[in-house]
């Protein structure tokens, strides 16, 4: 039984590998192609530690490295999630920050456009959808994330749109150094970020399902299965047939509610389901832990 086990964890873990170095190779790339290429800040520790670079570039002649920077003001947030969120789940984000330190100075940037909206808005789809990938494979991109993350397992709601008003704060000391005008530009690349991030990343979000169906025993249990979540059991008359209906009430996470729809139509290719988006919910709400 543990040799099962073991062999079933490892394709995990290797698409965990995989998907963090994808995002931090397309981190690195983006930074170095859209975000320096028109001098943006992209929020965040990333932003911070850019705006530090350039200050001391500027006022002291100093030329400091992206990664050390990265590195150290990404120690105290990683600390704190070592000991409140998750384990693995630090040590994966803190590969993450290791090699997109490391791939932001040495992997040379491409000249594609020197449009400033331009880069603000693609480079922030692109900076979102390299954040997703590490939320994909369990991990953060570091910083401001690692706060997110931390916020969202607390209160069980997304926290991506509060992240985004504090790096707001952050880009407007970047425009009293260095001009409003980059620091505006900034603002839209972490607004087309954060956007990004909330469609694609849905585990905070919730989803009320309303599941009409003969076989409500079958779906329960696929439910449990899936979700690990209730749900309850309501009995009425179908007015059309005039014949007994059941539908099941449950709220799940949108990111499982898509792989339990295909599972409910294995079971009850005729059933009703009706989908809800749930924008506040009150009572005890079941979230995987990090590990």
Same mark, same amino acid.
Do not use: P, Q, R
């Given at each position: 039984m543990k040799q099962i086990h073991t062999v079933n964890k490892v394709p995990r873990t290797i698409i965990r590998f995989l998907? @963090?170095?994808?995002? /931090?190779?397309? +981190? *690195?790339? %983006?930074i170095n192609t859209f975000v320096n290429s028109v001098g943006l800040f992209p929020g965040g520790f990333t932003g911070i530690a850019l705006l530090i670079r350039e200050c001391f570039a500027k006022f002291f002649n100093i030329k400091l490295p992206f990664s050390f920077l990265y590195w150290l003001l990404n120690s105290v947030p990683a600390i704190i999630s070592f000991k409140f969120i998750g384990k693995k789940f630090t040590? &994966?984000?803190? =590969? +993450? @920050?290791?090699?997109?330190g490391l791939f932001t100075d040495y992997i040379p940037g491409f000249h594609i456009t020197d449009?400033? =909206?331009?880069?603000?808005?693609?480079?922030? =789809?692109?900076?979102? #959808? *390299?954040i997703s990938l590490c939320l994909f494979a369990d *991990?953060?991109?570091?910083?401001?994330?690692?706060? /997110? @993350?931390?916020?969202?397992?607390?209160?069980? !709601?997304? *926290?991506? !749109? &509060?992240? #985004? +008003?504090? %790096?707001?704060?952050? =880009?407007? @000391? /970047?425009?009293?150094l260095f001009g409003f005008e980059r620091a505006l530009y900034s603002i839209i690349f972490q607004f087309a970020s954060t956007q990004a991030l909330n469609f694609?990343?849905?585990k905070y979000s919730k989803t009320t399902m309303l599941i009409i169906t003969d076989k409500d025993e079958e779906i329960y249990q696929k439910i449990k299965e899936i979700t690990n979540h209730d749900a309850t059991l309501f009995i009425g008359k179908g007015c059309y047939q005039g014949v007994e209906r059941k539908m099941l009430y449950t709220v799940v996470s949108t990111q499982e509610s898509t792989k339990l729809i295909k599972e409910i139509k294995k079971i009850d290719s005729s /059933? #009703?389901?009706?989908?809800?988006e749930t924008k506040e919910l009150l009572g005890r709400f079941f979230s995987r832990p990090n590990d």
């Open positions: 998907l @963090i170095i994808l995002g /931090a190779i397309l +981190m *690195a790339t %983006n040590l &994966y984000s803190c =590969l +993450m @920050i290791v090699l997109s449009e400033i =909206l331009l880069c603000s808005i693609f480079g922030g =789809l692109v900076n979102g #959808f *390299a *991990a953060t991109s570091g910083g401001t994330d690692f706060i /997110a @993350i931390f916020v969202s397992e607390k209160t069980g !709601n997304n *926290a991506w !749109n &509060y992240i #985004f +008003m504090g %790096n707001v704060i952050v =880009l407007l @000391i /970047a425009g009293l694609l990343y849905k /059933a #009703f389901i009706n989908l809800l």
